[in-house]
Structures are given as C-alpha cells and as structure tokens.
C-alpha cells in the first residue's frame, strides 16, 4: 500500500502540468479496426477514410495509462467518466498530437486502501495545428 500512497505524492507533483505530446499517424486499418471493435455499423466509417467521433478517445491513451502506472502503481483502474467535444474530424493521413494534462486529484481512504480520483484534460490538434477534439476524463486509481 506504500507504493501507491507514494505513487499518489508523485502524482500530485503533476497536478498542472502538460505531460509530453504522444503524436500519431492515422491509418485507414486503425480506423476500420476501431469501428469493428466497438460495433458501429454507420457506413460513413466502413471505409476507413473518416474516423467515428469516439475514435479520438483511442489516440495515444494506452501509451498515458502506462506513462500514470509508472507514477503510481495502482493495482485497479477505473474510468469514472468522460466528457467529450469534437470540433472535425479526424481523417486517414491526419498526424495526431494529443497532450494529456492532469487538471487535479484528490485522494481518499476506502475500503481497498487509498484511492486516487484524477481528472485529466487532454486536446487534439492535427498536423496543421487545428484543433480537433478536447477531452476530460475522470480515472480512479486504487
């Protein structure tokens, strides 16, 4: 339990600050992948040419949650919610630079030990710097 009680202090040290950009190529297979994988039939993603808005959630996040379990360890972690805004879409071709931010964390004592309630900001912006999606999303980390 010492390890994520420290991993927690490590954390707060990074309440504010933009964690490095995570930059992505967009394929027409990771679209196609990511359009099966969630079940979305809409014939407009199929081709693999226009991203489903949601596909932007999938953006450099497994690299972020590897990037928080070297901080702190947590043994369990939960997303407690995600609020999305898109503002175009993303296009096979398109260069991703997403920045995740952790915006605050509180901690509390539960049942399973400490617990990390973290909010995380992160913006998308597209090889000509164009804003294409902005993201919060709440993660509890026991």
């Given at each position: 339990m010492a390890e994520v009680s420290s991993g927690i202090d490590r954390l707060k040290s990074k309440v504010g600050v933009e964690w490095e950009p995570k930059v992505c190529q967009i394929e027409g297979e990771m679209i196609r992948r990511f359009t099966r994988a969630v079940g979305d039939p809409n014939p407009?993603?199929?081709?693999?040419?226009?991203?489903?808005?949601?596909?932007?959630?999938?953006?450099?996040?497994?690299?972020?949650?590897?990037?928080?379990?070297?901080?702190?360890?947590?043994?369990?972690?939960?997303m407690g919610g995600t609020e999305l805004e898109c503002y175009q879409p993303i296009r096979r071709g398109d260069e991703i630079t997403v920045i995740f931010k952790l915006s605050?964390?509180?901690e509390r004592e539960g049942k399973m030990g400490k617990m990390a309630f973290m909010t995380f900001d992160s913006s998308y912006?597209?090889?000509?710097?164009?804003?294409?999606?902005?993201?919060?999303?709440?993660v509890i980390g026991y």
């Open positions: 407009r993603w199929q081709d693999g040419i226009i991203a489903p808005p949601t596909f932007v959630l999938a953006i450099g996040f497994e690299q972020f949650v590897e990037d928080l379990m070297a901080l702190a360890p947590f043994s369990t972690v939960l605050s964390l509180r912006k597209n090889q000509r710097q164009e804003l294409v999606a902005k993201c919060r999303q709440m």
